[in-house]
């Protein structure tokens, strides 16, 4: 089953690592690779996982430099929902000697984190891209082939928005933290999208209502994780938590009106669904937000 891992004492969640209790999930299965995989329900955490899961191999192509991309004939939808000033306000503090950023994408993080006078590296799946990144950044950046040369230099290590991306996240995570020196600063964000927010509601709504049909897209993102899972999954890395956090953010849908989404009927409910969404959050009680927001971040440390 997909999103388990095979143990000694039988599967776990990829996710929170508790032995599997499988359970069924009313979102649209995804047809990929010549397969329909669906997402099945982890009953501990609460996350979702592709089953079957794709390989490296199939999910590898998804991701060159074009990846974060599009036309939306001139709409702003907020495509990087992360939290720049957060991290720019940890770098600022600690003014590390070297900052890392596993996933840098087009390298737009590793260009901000120069101008500060630190040493920015990147680290990212494919070469082509990589090399793109060093040249619009004007800093280092490497694939994840290379991490084995880089062991324990890093300061501070950013992950932001990679482990929805890859079948085994815990796997990424300890590679990614392979990097990090003792004492390190780990700063870690992304989406929660089996939360029990209005936004994931009536999109599995949507969903029964087109009795399962498989969407005909690539898995980008093959596990859908919640706040309790990815903590759980946080945990299992072995350093010490110093801040969890959940918000609530426009991201996928455009983050403003525009006059233009009256021209796309599917933007513009997806516009006006995270405004209900938003406003569903801030009116939840602190312990209720945590289950219905849509992003976390996470700042922990690396034990000396």
């Known amino acids: 089953m997909i999103g388990l891992s095979v143990s000694d004492d039988g599967t776990r969640c990829s996710i929170c690592g508790e032995l599997a209790r499988p359970g069924r999930s009313i979102r649209r299965p995804i047809r990929f690779a010549g397969q329909v995989r669906h997402y099945v329900r982890c009953r501990e955490c609460g996350s979702l996982s592709l089953d079957p899961m794709p390989s490296d191999t199939e999910l590898a192509p998804l991701y060159g430099y074009e990846y ?22 940890i770098v600022q503090s600690l003014n590390p000697d070297r900052f890392v950023d596993y996933g840098c994408g087009s390298g737009e993080l590793l260009r901000r984190v120069a101008t500060t006078g630190v040493e920015a590296v990147g680290f990212d799946l494919d070469a082509a891209g990589v090399e793109e990144a060093s040249l619009s950044a004007g800093c280092t ?58 936004f994931n509601g009536v999109l599995a709504v949507a969903s029964a209502v087109k009795l399962g049909r498989p969407v005909e897209m690539p898995p980008y993102h093959v596990h859908l994780i919640t706040a309790r899972g990815q903590q759980r999954l946080l945990g299992r890395a072995g350093l010490t938590c110093d801040e969890f956090e959940t918000g609530d953010t426009a991201w996928p849908a455009p983050g403003r009106w525009d006059p233009l989404l009256v021209r796309h009927p599917r933007l513009l409910s997806l516009f006006l669904l995270r405004k209900l969404s938003g406003v569903a959050f801030r009116f939840a009680s602190r312990k209720r937000s945590d289950r219905i927001a849509n992003r976390f971040r996470y700042r922990g440390t690396k034990s000396d």
């Open 68 to 89: 974060n991309s599009g036309d939306n004939d001139g709409l702003r939808l907020e495509s990087d929902p992360r939290a720049v000033d957060w991290i720019m306000g």
């Open 141 to 198: 950046a490497y694939t994840y082939a290379d991490v084995g040369d880089h062991l324990s230099t890093a300061d501070v290590l950013h992950i932001g928005d990679v482990l929805e991306h890859v079948s085994n996240p815990m796997a990424l995570l300890d590679e990614a933290c392979s990097l990090l020196r003792p004492g390190g600063t780990l700063l870690v964000e992304g989406p929660l999208e089996a939360n029990l927010s209005v």
